[in-house]
Structures are given as C-alpha cells and as structure tokens.
C-alpha cells in the first residue's frame, strides 16, 4: 500500500495538528458500499476520543479525503490507517500525512 509520511523534526509544540490525504480508487461512489459503515465507524471513534477533529471526501471529484488530527506523533495516523476498512480492501490508492501548523484556528 502506498503511503508516506513527511518526517521533519518541527519545533512545534505537542500535540500537534496532522493532515492524512486520502487518494481513492476510480469509480469510489460504487466500490465503498460494502466497508462504508465499518470505515464510519472507526472515523466516528476516532472523532469521540478527540484525535480525529474532523474529515471528509473532496468531490467533484470524489477522488481522495482529507482527515484533520490533534496527537502527539504522526505514528498515532498511522494504526488509523491500519485499521481503516478502505484501506484495508484497497479502495485507498495511497496515503499520506502532513504536518500542520495552524496559525488561527
């Protein structure tokens, strides 16, 4: 699966703000039914906990997804991506993590 994360040592403090982009496969309105509700799930979970402030899939084209986070380590995006059912049946063509330093906000 490709993915990459950007490795910089920032002086930022902890917990930082992460962006995880998703690339999708073709055709991902059709292919997302069957994992949609355990790719939900773990968004939602994510969200509860407080990592994961917000998400959503870029349209027109649905061609990827953008994930907002707050933690301590990139390495905490990585088990999300895991455990993530799109990723895990292929609908994720690649993947990658940023970090973000927010300025307002």
């Known amino acids: 699966m490709p ?3 950007e490795s910089a040592t920032l002086p930022y ?4 703000h992460y962006l995880l982009f998703y690339d999708y496969v073709d055709d991902m309105l059709a292919k997302r ?3 949609r509700p355990g790719h939900l799930e773990l968004v939602r979970a994510w ?3 407080g990592a994961l402030k917000m998400a959503g899939a870029m349209t027109d084209p649905l ?4 994930f907002v986070f707050t933690c301590d380590s990139p390495s905490d995006i990585d088990a999300f991506v895991a455990a993530d059912p799109y990723v895990a049946n292929n609908l994720v063509t690649g993947w990658r993590v940023r970090p973000w330093n927010v300025v307002v906000g």
């Open 63 to 66: 061609d990827g997804a953008v």
């Open 3 to 5: 993915g990459r994360r």
């Open 33 to 35: 039914d069957p994992v």
């Open 47 to 49: 969200h509860e906990r």
């Open 13 to 16: 403090p902890s917990p930082m």
